[in-house]
């Protein structure tokens, strides 16, 4: 099977089928075209063009194995001179994992769908939204050049501005979503700025057509200055990926999405739209690998998003908040990958990261069922026995989060720190440090609330209780942030009665919860070998010979098993093994402990608690400067400027001048024939030699 091409057609019903069911559920579904069909056709469809895309990428992940490969046109839109505008697939190994991870996460959240949502009125158009998600996703990472995977890219915005403001009643899922949106535009902006510098200096929007000048692109400067243009290309690329991949400072819409139904929080912030920004840099290898400047820059902002997210972690209280400051702290180490000109290491994350991150947000959206919608951990406390499934399957996905030997987790996450000790580029001793304490704070916040959800005693159904979800939109009755205003029109009561017990979730929520649980545990075992040190990425991804971390991490390593046993040896799993143990005594033995803290560094709790003040800094500096620039430019440049000076103006110099004519305009003739006279007068004074010569 070497060297054969894939089916062109094959492939292109992977995004087909789900658009297909998005269409159905979409139109056929909702009020646009009269709900001609109903819930049980809606999910099925959307359901079954996943399905189908699922088996299509996994039979493409396997014939790629075997060494089949695709890169071609589909369809060319247009062509202009010699550029070229058109939809085509380049399918590698990069791209054919990256579609059976979204595939198969996306399947599994449409599965959990039905039964979370089976009481919301907009089920058909949430079916819609995430299979249309689905299809935007993979035209993105299936994509063979920068007009495409542009419009992947501005699409699975769109969407995931669509389902975060869902319950679109509450005002609080408009303010997220509009936020989501305006935070994305700004790195767009730059991704978009870079993609125009390559075509201007390529001639080119295909991948490979870009590569195969990337040496004479590295020669180039931009006009009139002395700045690498690979290096500003790259850096405009990446702060495209900052914005997807809610890097600081461009993070601060992703805590705000939870907003949205707990599926998004699965399928968008924790497996797909997320990661497109680090899949975007690995697929761009090749020019990276060419400036040193930008992988410092992509190395630092890694590392502070990595360890400064995670201290923000430690106070939430909300459940989907503590997992949402994760997949901020995640997110973190891959970039931190992409620095150390680990990209292989990185992908591997993105991958073991998708399924133990969905798993945990599928398993916080339990417990929130079980909970009668209370989101607060606080009200919580001795699920364990109430809900066993999610409750070991919330376990395993937490271990694996934590980087506990053996679970896919511990292999991806070990190697990004290895990674790092092995990358001499500048930045890289600050990384090391964040990547390390890192690994505690992840523990501490995890098991933090690990504990006080599932073990412990139970304090829910109690009158004091703290602040339920008290979100009542009509059409929004399971999460959201659980600090909001209640609805003084609907006291409908979130959370267990006095008395009440939690109760296990339906099959449809629990079946995708022990799925994913299945590669959190047992995919990195399996695939490290192949992923880091083996031929899986040969000629797709790129790394200069000045970068030796790759090859440092390959001669460290004797197989899955023996990193495993030689992991309980190393700091990683000591620190890791500490954060466990201090959440266990802050939370489980002795409580007075974070009262205590908090009591003592209240001032650094209440930083954490608003965010660091960027939300403020945005609103003060951006929004505020933007409305005082906006300000400015109507009092001076409209009301002043046009109105007064250019409008006004010209109509108070024509009223003068008119003022003037109207003193000379008297009606008597003799006046006229007097001005007469003096034109006639003045014509030969001017024209005619009036005095003789001497």
């Given at each position: 099977?070497?060297?054969?091409?894939?089916?062109?057609?094959?492939?292109?019903?992977?995004?087909?089928?789900?658009?297909?069911?998005?269409?159905?559920?979409?139109?056929?579904?909702?009020?646009?075209?009269?709900?001609?069909?109903?819930?049980?056709?809606?999910?099925?469809?959307?359901?079954?063009?996943?399905?189908?895309?699922?088996?299509?990428?996994?039979?493409?992940?396997?014939?790629?194995?075997?060494?089949?490969?695709?890169?071609?046109?589909?369809?060319?839109?247009?062509?202009?001179?010699?550029?070229?505008?058109?939809?085509?697939?380049?399918?590698?190994?990069?791209?054919?994992?990256?579609?059976?991870?979204?595939?198969?996460?996306?399947?599994?959240?449409?599965?959990?769908?039905?039964?979370?949502?089976?009481?919301?009125?907009g089920y058909n158009r949430f079916f819609a939204y995430i299979s249309l998600f689905t299809f935007s996703m993979l035209m993105l990472v299936m994509a063979n050049n920068f007009l495409q995977l542009f419009f992947g890219w501005e699409a699975v915005g769109l969407v995931s501005y669509l389902l975060i403001g869902f319950w679109y009643q509450r005002p609080t899922a408009i303010v997220a979503n509009m936020k989501a949106f305006l935070v994305n535009r700004v790195g767009d902006f730059g991704f978009?700025?870079?993609?125009?510098?390559?075509?201007?200096?390529?001639?080119?929007?295909?991948?490979?057509?870009?590569?195969?000048?990337?040496?004479?692109?590295?020669?180039?400067?931009?006009?009139?200055?002395?700045?690498?243009?690979?290096?500003?290309?790259?850096?405009?690329?990446?702060?495209?990926?900052?914005?997807?991949?809610?890097?600081?400072?461009?993070?601060?819409?992703?805590?705000?999405?939870?907003?949205?139904?707990?599926?998004?929080?699965?399928?968008?912030?924790?497996?797909?739209?997320?990661?497109?920004?680090?899949?975007?840099?690995?697929?761009?290898?090749?020019?990276?690998?060419?400036?040193?400047?930008?992988?410092?820059?992509?190395?630092?902002?890694?590392?502070?998003?990595?360890?400064?997210?995670?201290?923000?972690?430690?106070?939430?209280?909300?459940?989907?908040?503590?997992?949402?400051?994760?997949?901020?702290?995640?997110?973190?180490?891959?970039?931190?990958?992409?620095?150390?000109?680990?990209?292989?290491?990185?992908?591997?994350?993105?991958?073991?990261?998708?399924?133990?991150?969905?798993?945990?947000?599928?398993?916080?959206?339990?417990?929130?069922?079980?909970?009668?919608?209370?989101?607060?951990?606080?009200?919580?406390?001795?699920?364990?026995?109430?809900?066993?499934?999610?409750?070991?399957?919330?376990?395993?996905?937490?271990?694996?989060?934590?980087?506990?030997?053996?679970?896919?987790?511990?292999?991806?996450?070990?190697?990004?720190?290895?990674?790092?000790?092995?990358?001499?580029?500048?930045?890289?001793?600050?990384?090391?440090?964040?990547?390390?304490?890192?690994?505690?704070?992840?523990?501490?916040?995890?098991?933090?609330?690990?504990?006080?959800?599932?073990?412990?005693?139970?304090?829910?159904?109690?009158?004091?209780?703290?602040?339920?979800?008290?979100?009542?939109?009509?059409?929004?009755?399971?999460?959201?942030?659980?600090?909001?205003?209640?609805?003084?029109?609907?006291?409908?009561?979130?959370?267990?009665?006095?008395?009440?017990?939690?109760?296990?979730?339906?099959?449809?929520?629990?079946?995708?919860?022990?799925?994913?649980?299945?590669?959190?545990?047992?995919?990195?075992?399996?695939?490290?070998?192949?992923?880091?040190?083996?031929?899986?990425?040969?000629?797709?991804?790129?790394?200069?010979?000045?970068?030796p971390a790759m090859e440092e991490l390959s001669h460290e390593f004797h197989g899955a098993m023996a990193m495993a046993i030689h992991g309980l040896s190393t700091a990683p799993f000591w620190l890791a093994l500490s954060g466990v143990v201090a959440a266990y005594y802050c939370y489980m033995v002795n409580p007075r402990v974070p009262a205590w803290f908090f009591a003592k560094f209240h001032a650094i709790h209440t930083l954490l608690d608003n965010k660091y003040y960027m939300d403020k800094f945005?609103?003060?500096?951006?929004?505020?400067?933007?409305?005082?620039?906006?300000?400015?430019?109507?009092?001076?440049?409209?009301?002043?400027?046009?109105?007064?000076?250019?409008?006004?103006?010209?109509?108070?110099?024509?009223?003068?001048?008119?003022?003037?004519?109207?003193?000379?305009?008297?009606?008597?003739?003799?006046?006229?024939?007097?001005?007469?006279?003096?034109?006639?007068?003045?014509?030969?004074?001017?024209?005619?030699?009036?005095?003789?010569?001497?």
């Amino acid at each position: 099977m070497a060297g054969q091409l894939l089916n062109p057609n094959l492939l292109l019903a992977v995004p087909l089928a789900p658009l297909a069911g998005a269409a159905i559920a979409g139109l056929l579904g909702t009020q646009f075209l009269g709900n001609l069909v109903g819930r049980k056709t809606s999910h099925t469809a959307t359901i079954l063009g996943v399905l189908i895309a699922f088996i299509l990428s996994v039979q493409t992940l396997l014939a790629v194995m075997d060494g089949a490969t695709f890169n071609g046109t589909i369809y060319n839109w247009m062509t202009i001179g010699t550029l070229k505008m058109e939809v085509g697939f380049q399918i590698d190994s990069l791209s054919a994992m990256m579609m059976c991870v979204v595939t198969f996460v996306s399947l599994m959240v449409h599965i959990y769908t039905i039964g979370y949502m089976k009481d919301d009125e907009g089920y058909n158009r949430f079916f819609a939204y995430i299979s249309l998600f689905t299809f935007s996703m993979l035209m993105l990472v299936m994509a063979n050049n920068f007009l495409q995977l542009f419009f992947g890219w501005e699409a699975v915005g769109l969407v995931s501005y669509l389902l975060i403001g869902f319950w679109y009643q509450r005002p609080t899922a408009i303010v997220a979503n509009m936020k989501a949106f305006l935070v994305n535009r700004v790195g767009d902006f730059g991704f978009i700025l870079g993609i125009g510098l390559l075509l201007a200096f390529a001639g080119t929007m295909n991948y490979q057509e870009v590569f195969a000048k990337k040496d004479e692109l590295a020669l180039l400067t931009m006009p009139g200055t002395d700045w690498a243009l690979l290096t500003v290309a790259c850096i405009c690329l990446f702060i495209g990926a900052m914005g997807k991949s809610a890097q600081f400072p461009l993070h601060v819409w992703l805590p705000d999405s939870m907003e949205g139904p707990t599926p998004i929080s699965a399928l968008i912030h924790a497996a797909t739209m997320v990661t497109a920004g680090i899949f975007m840099v690995s697929r761009m290898s090749p020019l990276f690998e060419l400036s040193d400047t930008a992988l410092s820059f992509i190395l630092v902002i890694g590392s502070i998003t990595a360890l400064f997210m995670g201290f923000l972690g430690i106070i939430q209280n909300d459940i989907k908040r503590v997992v949402a400051y994760s997949t901020l702290s995640q997110l973190g180490y891959m970039t931190v990958a992409l620095g150390s000109s680990a990209y292989s290491v990185a992908v591997f994350h993105l991958m073991t990261h998708a399924f133990f991150k969905a798993l945990l947000f599928l398993g916080a959206g339990s417990v929130i069922i079980g909970m009668h919608h209370d989101q607060d951990i606080r009200n919580m406390g001795g699920l364990r026995k109430y809900m066993p499934i999610t409750w070991i399957t919330s376990l395993v996905g937490s271990l694996a989060l934590i980087g506990t030997p053996l679970f896919s987790g511990f292999y991806s996450k070990d190697s990004i720190i290895e990674a790092v000790e092995a990358t001499h580029i500048w930045g890289a001793g600050f990384a090391q440090f964040a990547v390390l304490a890192g690994v505690f704070v992840t523990a501490f916040y995890s098991f933090r609330m690990y504990f006080l959800v599932f073990h412990g005693k139970e304090r829910f159904g109690q009158a004091h209780a703290h602040g339920h979800d008290d979100h009542h939109a009509p059409a929004a009755k399971h999460d959201s942030d659980a600090h909001d205003e209640e609805d003084e029109d609907d006291h409908a009561h979130h959370g267990l009665e006095p008395g009440q017990k939690p109760h296990e979730s339906p099959f449809v929520v629990w079946f995708p919860l022990v799925m994913l649980a299945i590669p959190s545990l047992l995919i990195g075992y399996l695939t490290i070998g192949p992923m880091l040190h083996g031929d899986f990425f040969k000629g797709v991804i790129f790394v200069g010979e000045n970068h030796p971390a790759m090859e440092e991490l390959s001669h460290e390593f004797h197989g899955a098993m023996a990193m495993a046993i030689h992991g309980l040896s190393t700091a990683p799993f000591w620190l890791a093994l500490s954060g466990v143990v201090a959440a266990y005594y802050c939370y489980m033995v002795n409580p007075r402990v974070p009262a205590w803290f908090f009591a003592k560094f209240h001032a650094i709790h209440t930083l954490l608690d608003n965010k660091y003040y960027m939300d403020k800094f945005n609103e003060v500096v951006f929004a505020g400067g933007a409305r005082l620039l906006g300000n400015g430019l109507w009092n001076f440049g409209d009301k002043k400027l046009i109105d007064g000076f250019v409008v006004n103006g010209s109509a108070k110099v024509v009223a003068w001048l008119s003022s003037l004519s109207r003193v000379l305009q008297t009606g008597y003739i003799y006046h006229y024939a007097f001005v007469m006279i003096l034109g006639v007068l003045g014509f030969l004074i001017y024209f005619l030699p009036f005095w003789p010569a001497k």
